[in-house]
Structures are given as structure tokens and as C-alpha cells.
């Protein structure tokens, strides 16, 4: 059963950083590249990064690239997101899911408050 | 970007109801286009990828159609269990972008 778990998130200053990960299981991990997804509170979903099999290639929307970093470590089965310069808007709950083309397995999500 | 506009942003049906959803995008998307369903409280999950492929154990009564910039998912007979809000995504060209959602709800 294809299990995505994250964890890490909580609440954050302004300006300051927060590293986000997901723990994957019951599948080949380092086969399949891995996105993360995100939603403000009582909005949509917002795709936010995405990441190759290898981790060599990665993929941001405009309004996080230079400050979010995609990557992950196939030996260890787990995808990051290393959040920097954080701001007000980047206050959601943040998803892993794999990327196989589309999103077909999901984790619960972690939330991520960026607040004074 | 490509902008993706759903309708209705709610819509409430009988159960057995025949329901459409209906999503729109500013430019052709080849069909690269799926749709997720998000339960209240609960991480979206997928139910149709590449514009009418029907993810593994998704029931048949739910369809997808289209083609260039105008997408529909159908629900062939509304289910309880079908209350959620539902989500397309286009992902033929960076950044993937996601519609607004529309909310189903039962009459």
C-alpha cells in the first residue's frame, strides 16, 4: 500500500525557515518523481514544486522559486522542502504526492502558519 | 499561466442525479487534464487522469470528457458519498495550475 506521511510543519515567523519532509513507503521510492502541493486555508489547491527521480531536476512555481528548495534522498525514501524567506502567503497545508505524470497518491498533509 | 475556471463553484443534486462539472482552460491543454475529488477534512485523491481515464478503483459512474479548452466530469447517478469538492488540473505545460474547485453537495 503506497503510504506518503509528512511531517515537520507548525508555526514560523515571518522571514524565517522551515524544512518540510515526507516519509514514503510501499513503493519503489527513487522510481517515481514526487511533488509538493499546497492549500491556504478555505482556498484551492496550488501546485508548488516537483522533483525528478534523481532529484537532478526540479520544477517551482514563479512565487516560490529562490526561496523554496525541492529535494530528497532515495535511500531514505523521503522527499524535502526547505522553505526560506517565509511569508503570510505561504501559510497552507502542505501535500507530498507522487508525480507520475499526474498526483495519484496523496499524504495527509502538514500544516505550515507563517505568523508573528 | 494557464488559467483553469470551474463551474458551477457549487452546485447541489438529488441522489441519482446525473451532475457535470465543468472546467474551462485559457488556452488548449492537449487533454492533459485530471480531476480530483477532496472530501472535507481529507487530502484531494485522484479520480480521472488524461481527460477520461479513470484511476485504479474509482467507481463508473464517474466519466471524464473533452478536449482543447473545455473539460467535464460527469456523475452518472449522485451518490452520499459523492459530497465533496472537486478539483481539474492541467498539467500540459509549468506551472501545473488547478481550477477553483467546484463544491457538491446533496439536495
Known amino acids: 500500500e503506497v503510504q506518503l506521511v509528512e511531517s515537520g510543519g507548525g508555526l514560523v515567523q515571518p522571514g524565517r525557515s522551515m524544512k518540510l519532509s515526507c516519509a514514503a513507503s510501499?513503493?519503489?521510492?527513487?522510481?517515481?518523481?514526487m511533488a509538493w502541493v499546497r492549500q491556504a486555508p478555505t482556498k484551492g489547491l496550488e501546485w508548488v514544486a516537483s522533483?525528478?527521480?534523481?532529484?537532478?531536476?526540479?520544477f517551482y512555481r514563479d512565487s516560490v522559486k529562490g526561496r523554496f528548495t525541492a529535494s530528497r534522498d532515495n535511500a531514505k525514501s523521503t522527499l524535502y522542502l526547505q522553505m526560506d524567506s517565509l511569508r503570510s502567503e505561504d501559510t497552507a497545508t502542505y501535500y507530498c504526492?507522487?508525480?507520475?505524470?499526474?498526483?495519484?497518491?496523496w499524504g495527509p498533509g502538514t500544516m505550515v502558519t507563517v505568523s508573528s | 499561466d494557464i488559467q483553469m475556471t470551474q463551474s458551477p463553484s457549487f452546485l447541489s443534486a438529488s441522489v441519482g442525479e446525473r451532475v457535470t462539472l465543468s472546467c474551462k482552460a485559457s488556452?488548449?491543454?492537449?487533454?492533459?487534464l485530471d480531476w480530483y475529488q477532496q472530501k472535507l477534512g481529507e487530502a484531494p485523491t485522484l479520480l480521472i487522469y488524461?481527460?477520461?481515464n479513470l484511476h485504479t478503483g474509482i467507481p463508473s459512474t464517474f466519466s471524464g470528457s473533452g478536449s482543447g479548452t473545455d473539460y467535464t466530469l460527469t456523475i452518472s447517478s449522485l451518490q452520499p458519498e459523492d459530497v465533496a469538492t472537486y478539483f481539474c488540473?492541467?498539467?500540459?505545460?509549468?506551472?501545473?495550475?488547478f481550477g477553483s474547485g467546484t463544491k457538491l453537495e446533496l439536495k
Open positions: 504526492a507522487r508525480h507520475d505524470w499526474y498526483f495519484d497518491f
Open positions: 488524461n481527460t477520461k
Open positions: 510501499g513503493f519503489t521510492f527513487s522510481n517515481h518523481y
Open positions: 522533483i525528478s527521480t534523481g532529484g537532478g531536476n526540479t
Open positions: 488556452q488548449n491543454i492537449n487533454k492533459y
Open positions: 488540473l492541467q498539467r500540459n505545460v509549468w506551472p501545473y495550475m
